[in-house]
């Protein structure tokens, strides 16, 4: 056996021990979850993790190992050992269980509630297409209602619903915008209300770290259980005003997605596949194509209901086309100097933020390399 | 001391005993570069790579432990040990050490290169403003000479240094086009002739993993032995056709930075603030928006060259508008059978590879919410 052999085994045993090491981590934090159920204490506590994760870059830097890989270790074992633990159950936010409704409950995002809820002890029902005749039945033992149908029928839901509710219920939507169905059910419904917007899809591993907006449009302490159950599940959660909200969305949402239809099909009358681009690619340009190909793996009606989804949002992409229009012109007339100014003025604008995003873009695309490339 | 105590100091422990691992592997792993060093072997090498992963993960799965998890840390472990590897020595491609002009010696790419050229053996030269004199002396010792200048100087340069070079040099550049510069070099020098277009920016930790693009011209034999010393960095090597490489690259560079400045300049024509947009972000926004950022923390000269680079790339954005202006003209009348349709042209287009993007984005956005969010 060749000396560079005999080194490659010695590494290998390593690793080994890494493995058993793992297993070890993941029996004890199995044990912190079941501790943490029987006394009803949050499963993922971002500060624990934060000292935690400080520590050990201390004890990584005094051992000579580099502090920046082993965050990036501890990180993903924490993450990992947060998806075994989503696995089971969840603490409950109030002291007795709520009886939650869930309109739209046959689909992802009710779906994926329903479980949440269940797991930690409340009662949930679904009502969907099929069994509409039930909510009559259901409705005087509800505390909770929450409105989860595709965007272009929120509205008639929340009308048709509203009529059967008792006025005691939290009447509440997950819908991606605000303003329209905060209205609705301010209108149709007297009692409590809260908007919601769960900022992630159906088919996420589990809740923690993800967003959750919320909304208090009338007698917010009603519904603020609500809130409390979504950070024991691990979310951030967010309050916002809905218009500031909406504006922002019609950006997040709207142009982002439009764009990634604009570059995509540009691709397309330019003949250029994406494999043949991953030939030439640098890690940052395989991010970039990256983010704009997963649209094409998702259902063409879903981003054609984010684009269209009202009237703001179409006038903004109007307006986007516009300042295209500015910015087209200056490269017609090869005007150098007006991109630089425009460039330093965005510069400006972006502040410290855009040294923030060259420093977390750095790190997504050394992972992505490491990983894919 | 609670039970939950207890349980995070036993977890205390093993993260303890997982730095002393690492610490011990490191250890290994730098017998491992001496070993190479001494044997003239290459640093990185992609199919132990891809074994060890694969049996890693097999272990894992035996031992009841997530291997996408496993992969993911083993993954970084050998990305942070090649870093620290480049740091030191590298193996010489040649038997000989060959003499590298670097025209352009003081900018960012040529102090990298030099610096790898030097560890691995060679000789080098470095040729900047304040130098140029000390060409005609160097020049009958040189066997190959690398423009590295910015694109709007390289082909006075490559005339100016070809005056003076005896026909056996290899003349070669590092634009990121490489049908003018080629075709300037093919006209100006008599002897052999290499596009190259190294796909990083002079930031970068080390050459591992990243991506040479080589055109070889005029016998590409002379010249071989350096994509072979790039093979040893670590690098990956693809030869390419000097005008698809430009169309290519047009799309990559030219598109993709000039929707980053019209990103970035319509939110701040909307008043919409970076950290005000993270409030409501989801981490695929988050890292979306870290995509768009990072580019205004680098020099604004740098992009307008980028995107003002040759009228074929100009003449591509101004394409790219026109397309705009179909899709615009389909959000403004609220056509939304034919934004499906638009939608489903592309995914079918895009084939296998939506799919793809969809993992791999998945996998990078879950990094940037465990790291950052």
Chains 1, 2 share one sequence.
Not at 34 to 62: C, G, I, N, S
Not at 363 to 370: A, G, K, Q, V, W
Request: a negative charge; charged letters at 25%; hydrophobic letters at 40%.
């Amino acid at each position: 056996m060749s000396d560079l052999d005999s080194m490659r085994e010695e590494i290998d045993a390593l690793d080994k021990t890494l493995l058993e090491l793992l297993k070890k981590r993941n029996d004890v934090a199995k044990k912190v979850l079941a501790y943490k159920l029987e006394h009803q204490l949050p499963v993922f506590m971002a500060e624990r993790e934060e000292q935690k994760t400080e520590r050990l870059r201390r004890d990584a830097h005094e051992m000579g190992v580099d502090p920046e890989m082993v965050e990036d270790l501890l990180r993903i074992i924490m993450a990992s050992s947060r998806a075994t633990q989503s696995q089971h159950e969840f603490p409950m936010a109030t002291d007795e269980p709520r009886h939650v409704l869930l309109l739209g409950g046959d689909g992802g995002m009710g779906k994926l509630y329903r479980r949440f809820l269940e797991r930690s002890g409340h009662q949930v029902s679904s009502i969907d297409k099929g069994n509409w005749y039930e909510l009559e039945q259901l409705a005087p033992t509800i505390d909770l209602a929450i409105v989860t149908v595709p965007i272009h029928v929120t509205l008639d839901v929340i009308e048709r619903v509203s009529a059967k509710l008792p006025d005691h219920v939290v009447l509440a939507d997950f819908t991606s915008n605000k303003g329209a169905p905060i209205q609705a059910m301010m209108q149709a419904h007297k009692g409590p209300v809260l908007g919601l917007h769960p900022m992630h899809g159906p088919d996420v591993p589990n809740l923690s770290k993800q967003l959750m907006v919320i909304c208090p449009a009338r007698d917010g302490e009603k519904g603020a259980w609500f809130g409390e159950q979504c950070k024991l599940w691990g979310m951030r959660v967010v309050e916002a005003d809905p218009d500031a909200h909406d504006h922002a969305m019609d950006l997040v949402q709207g142009l982002r997605h439009f764009v990634a239809l604009l570059h995509g099909s540009f691709m397309k009358d330019q003949e250029l596949k994406p494999q043949q681009m991953l030939d030439y690619s640098s890690p940052m340009y395989r991010a970039e194509l990256m983010m704009t190909g997963r649209i094409f793996a998702q259902s063409a009606e879903l981003y054609a209901d984010i684009v269209f989804s009202s009237p703001e949002r179409r006038a903004l992409l109007t307006q986007f086309f516009k300042h295209h229009e500015r910015l087209a012109a200056m490269v017609e007339s090869n005007d150098r100097a007006g991109f630089i100014k425009e460039f330093e003025a965005v510069t400006d604008f972006f502040g410290s933020f855009a040294t923030q995003a060259l420093f977390e873009s750095g790190y997504l695309i050394n992972r992505l390399s490491d990983r894919f490339a």
